[in-house]
């Protein structure tokens, strides 16, 4: 039913991430809602979230491609940049998005993301400051985090 | 009628004219007034409301602007830079709209490094993407194919469809004013979205929208010109920089300070608005209940409301007690047949301890400090509330008394006008001396002499408006009884006529001796060492005051304190010289 009058566009961005994925991230629609997608994204490698396999959802809203995806972690993650809830700190999830962006540009956004987190623009005050005060420290929690949450699962 | 500000040239006429009436009242036949000398152009001052706002002279301080006027100077400044940098109207505008309207910077910066600006607004002189051949194209967004013809892109050549624009522009256009610098849908292109083809594609209420962002671009950021801070009013006020009179009216008839943007405050200063407005604030937990609307009858304690403007209460029936809200005195002493010097606007200390049952809770208040603010606030408060109920009073009249009334009287509503003016001049005024309480409040306590001639001022203009106040709120009564028909009405009316307008007239006169007063700084008293001897015998004149505001602030200060000397006239309540057998203000005789 909400399938029955998919847009031309959400059935061919659909189509293109089933046959021809991004290295490191794949996103497939759920059967009963194909705006509702169930994204799995690899940490990426010399990140501190490297060798984590991380689960997304990503819905596309009535408005859309006029409006973002809303996309969230359901993986725990240790990110200045992500909260408790998965929500993501993301510019063009927010006011830089623009129509002739897409699912795949977003996942990739993500992904690069995870590789530099912007402990200046947090969305997690706790993590930004421990960030800021001891990277070090910060990256190693991140690294359990993610043994702990993101692998083997 | 002159006055020092004016309207820009284009209004229609009706309303503002109808709201700043009075200049051409027989007030300005000068000579008439009594013993007093009048300068002979005194005729050039702006009508009552604004009379006291004329020493300047005719110099114009500030221009109201509305929407036309500003599309217009928008139309100009595009013309200007489409020609002087030779681009198309479309690109100027970007470039106005990136500039904020400031066409100096825009030249400056074009003529420095045309590339430069062109890469930042979006500009872009070829384009990014060659058309292919296609019958054909590809929407971006969209991902459907379309005959050429239904594609469309900015400069860089993006290819859109109609629909997917359509929804682009919809959405900018909501998400707000940014809508002016739209760009190119593709992320990494930075290519403007023009004008022309925003208002081609967009729903007639986006245009709308759009095109009032537009108009409000021009506004924002500028130093000259402020909008007009009244809720729903589009026009905005463009000031002439070097004035030092600050208040300002806009055409929908709101006045404020170009300054400050509060209420218009004339004649106090921004700086005693802003300390008197925190002071307010800080305070307001304790006077909150002052602003209650309703105090125990101080004859038989029951509670009265006040739910009229002016401030002569009546105790319902059988107790009946007129009294003043104000200082909960007995009315019939301050009213003019008792000749009873009104000093309900004095704070003097100590004076409220114990005096009022009513006032448990002021005893308990700390003394002195709040005690003294709580009788200025009170005072102030209570004549912006009275302010707001005669706007609504005025508003009800125009709308619906003054026509049954004209049907009654068989007049025409033109003659009623004085009607009009009475509350138009009680509005006014009340606005003024809900100021000067504020003034009050930080006039020192060691000058005595001027917290004299102050009080003295103030105290005179108050009587007077309480008087027309009441005429016009109370008396007037009678006249709107839908009972009442024109053969009992009529001669009565002729007599409230001439009062009501001798009310106004002498009020009017008031207010301007006290906003000249104040806004010399209450200078009179230092010339005169505040004898009231000197100050008797006139001597006050070419004092203090600016240009030809002087003889009048002069006539002020020439009333005597002590009025034993003095009759008040039965028409217009004017309280004149024993010397004179004719009333000064109405010529009605003794
Ligand atoms: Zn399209
Ligand atoms: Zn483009
Ligand atoms: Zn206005
Ligand atoms: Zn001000
Ligand atoms: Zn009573
Ligand atoms: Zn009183
Ligand atoms: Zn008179």
């Given at each position: 039913?909400?399938?029955?009058?998919?847009?031309?566009?959400?059935?061919?961005?659909?189509?293109?991430?089933?046959?021809?994925?991004?290295?490191?991230?794949?996103?497939?629609?759920?059967?009963?809602?194909?705006?509702?997608?169930?994204?799995?994204?690899?940490?990426?490698?010399?990140?501190?979230?490297?060798?984590?396999?991380?689960?997304?959802?990503?819905?596309?809203?009535?408005?859309?491609?006029?409006?973002?995806?809303?996309?969230?972690?359901?993986?725990?993650?240790?990110?200045?940049?992500?909260?408790?809830?998965?929500?993501?700190?993301?510019?063009?999830?927010?006011?830089?998005?623009?129509?002739?962006?897409q699912i795949r540009t977003v996942l990739l956004s993500i992904q690069a993301l995870l590789s530099a987190p912007n402990p200046d623009d947090p969305l997690s005050e706790n993590v930004a400051k421990h960030w800021k005060s001891n990277e070090v420290e910060a990256v190693e929690t991140a690294k359990e985090w993610t043994r702990l949450y993101a692998t083997g699962a | 009628m002159d006055s020092d500000y004016e309207i820009v040239d284009a209004y229609d006429g009706d309303s503002a004219e109808d709201y700043f009436s009075g200049g051409d009242t027989d007030m300005d036949e000068g000579d008439s007034i009594g013993g007093f000398e009048e300068d002979e152009d005194d005729g050039d001052n702006a009508g009552y409301e604004y009379g006291y706002a004329s020493d300047e002279g005719s110099e114009k301080t500030y221009t109201v602007l509305r929407e036309s006027d500003i599309r217009q100077r928008q139309e100009e400044s595009i013309s200007h830079v489409s020609s002087v940098l030779s681009i198309s109207r479309v690109a100027a505008s970007v470039l106005l709209c990136h500039y904020k309207w400031n066409v100096s910077q825009l030249h400056d910066e074009w003529f420095a490094d045309e590339e430069?600006?062109?890469?930042?607004?979006?500009?872009?002189?070829?384009?990014?993407?060659?058309?292919?051949?296609?019958?054909?194209?590809?929407?971006?967004?969209?991902?459907?194919?379309?005959?050429?013809?239904?594609?469309?892109?900015?400069?860089?050549?993006?290819?859109?469809?109609?629909?997917?624009?359509?929804?682009?522009?919809?959405t900018a256009i909501n998400d707000g004013p940014g809508c002016l610098l739209l760009r190119c849908p593709d992320?990494?292109?930075?290519?403007?979205?023009?004008?022309?083809?925003?208002?081609?594609?967009?729903?007639?209420?986006?245009?709308?929208?759009?095109?009032?962002?537009?108009?409000?671009?021009?506004?924002?950021?500028?130093?000259?010109?402020?909008?007009c801070p009244a809720p729903d009013c589009e026009n905005a006020v463009e000031f002439e920089l070097g004035s030092n009179v600050y208040d300002v009216t806009c055409l929908c008839s709101?006045?404020?300070?170009?300054?400050?943007?509060?209420?218009a405050h004339r004649p106090v200063d921004c700086s005693t608005v802003a300390k008197w407005i925190?002071?307010?604030?800080?305070?307001?937990?304790?006077?909150?209940?002052?602003?209650?609307?309703?105090?125990?009858?101080?004859?038989?304690?029951?509670?009265?409301?006040?739910?009229?403007?002016?401030?002569?209460?009546?105790?319902?029936?059988?107790?009946?007690?007129?009294?003043?809200?104000?200082?909960?005195?007995?009315?019939?002493?301050?009213?003019?047949?008792t000749g009873g010097f009104y000093a309900c606007n004095r704070y003097e200390a100590g004076k409220q301890e114990g005096l009022y049952d009513e006032a448990e809770k002021r005893r308990e208040m700390a003394k002195n400090s709040l005690e003294r603010y709580t009788h200025y606030y009170e005072r102030w408060a209570s004549n912006q509330t009275s302010r707001q109920k005669s706007i609504a009073d005025l508003h009800q009249m125009q709308t619906v008394h003054l026509e049954k009334l004209s049907d009654k009287l068989k007049e025409p509503?033109?003659?009623?006008?004085?009607?009009?003016?009475?509350?138009?001049?009680?509005?006014?005024?009340?606005?003024?001396?809900?100021?000067?309480?504020?003034?009050?409040?930080?006039?020192?306590?060691?000058?005595?002499?001027?917290?004299?001639?102050?009080?003295?001022?103030?105290?005179?203009a108050e009587a007077a408006l309480e008087r027309l106040h009441q005429c016009a709120e109370k008396e007037l009564l009678v006249f709107l009884d839908d009972g009442v028909f024109d053969i009992n009405v009529t001669p009565d009316f002729g007599t409230f006529r001439p009062k009501l307008a001798q009310l106004t007239r002498v009020t009017c006169s008031y207010f301007e001796n006290l906003v000249r007063a104040l806004e010399n700084g209450l200078s009179?008293?230092?010339?005169?060492?505040?004898?009231?001897?000197?100050?008797?015998?006139?001597?006050?004149?070419?004092?203090?005051?600016?240009?030809?505001?002087?003889?009048?602030?002069?006539?002020?200060?020439?009333?005597?304190?002590?009025?034993?000397?003095?009759?008040?006239?039965?028409?217009?309540?004017?309280?004149?010289?024993?010397?004179?057998?004719?009333?000064?203000?109405?010529?009605?005789?003794?």
């Open positions: 039913m909400a399938n029955s009058n998919l847009p031309r566009r959400i059935i061919k961005e659909t189509q293109r991430l089933l046959s021809e994925p991004a290295p490191g991230i794949s996103a497939s629609p759920s059967e009963e809602n194909m705006r509702y997608f169930n994204v799995m994204v690899l940490g990426p490698s010399q990140s501190p979230y490297e060798g984590g396999v991380f689960k997304l959802e990503l819905f596309l809203p009535e408005e859309y491609p006029m409006a973002p995806p809303k996309v969230r972690f359901l993986t725990k993650i240790y990110h200045p940049n992500i909260d408790k809830l998965g929500r993501i700190c993301l510019d063009i999830l927010k006011d830089k998005w623009s129509p002739a962006l | 430069r600006v062109r890469r930042s607004v979006g500009l872009l002189s070829k384009s990014v993407i060659l058309f292919p051949n296609d019958s054909e194209m590809t929407c971006g967004i969209c991902f459907d194919s379309y005959p050429r013809d239904q594609i469309h892109s900015a400069a860089c050549g993006h290819p859109y469809c109609t629909t997917c624009w359509k929804g682009y522009i919809t992320p990494a292109c930075c290519a403007a979205v023009g004008q022309d083809m925003i208002l081609k594609l967009a729903s007639d209420e986006d245009r709308e929208k759009y095109s009032r962002y537009f108009v409000r671009s021009y506004i924002v950021d500028k130093k000259k010109t402020k909008w709101h006045p404020f300070c170009w300054n400050c943007t509060e209420e925190l002071k307010n604030s800080a305070e307001s937990e304790n006077m909150n209940w002052i602003l209650a609307n309703s105090k125990p009858c101080p004859k038989c304690k029951r509670p009265i409301e006040k739910n009229q403007g002016c401030m002569h209460m009546s105790c319902t029936p059988p107790c009946k007690f007129e009294f003043c809200w104000l200082c909960l005195g007995a009315w019939s002493d301050h009213g003019e047949r509503e033109s003659q009623l006008k004085f009607i009009i003016e009475a509350w138009q001049q009680i509005i006014e005024c009340r606005r003024v001396l809900k100021w000067t309480y504020a003034y009050g409040y930080y006039l020192p306590e060691h000058e005595t002499a001027k917290k004299q001639l102050f009080e003295y001022s103030q105290g005179e009179e008293v230092d010339s005169q060492a505040a004898s009231s001897t000197s100050v008797k015998n006139g001597g006050a004149k070419g004092k203090g005051g600016k240009g030809k505001g002087s003889s009048r602030t002069g006539r002020a200060v020439a009333r005597n304190i002590d009025d034993s000397d003095r009759w008040n006239c039965d028409r217009c309540t004017y309280a004149n010289p024993d010397s004179s057998s004719l009333c000064q203000m109405c010529h009605h005789q003794r």
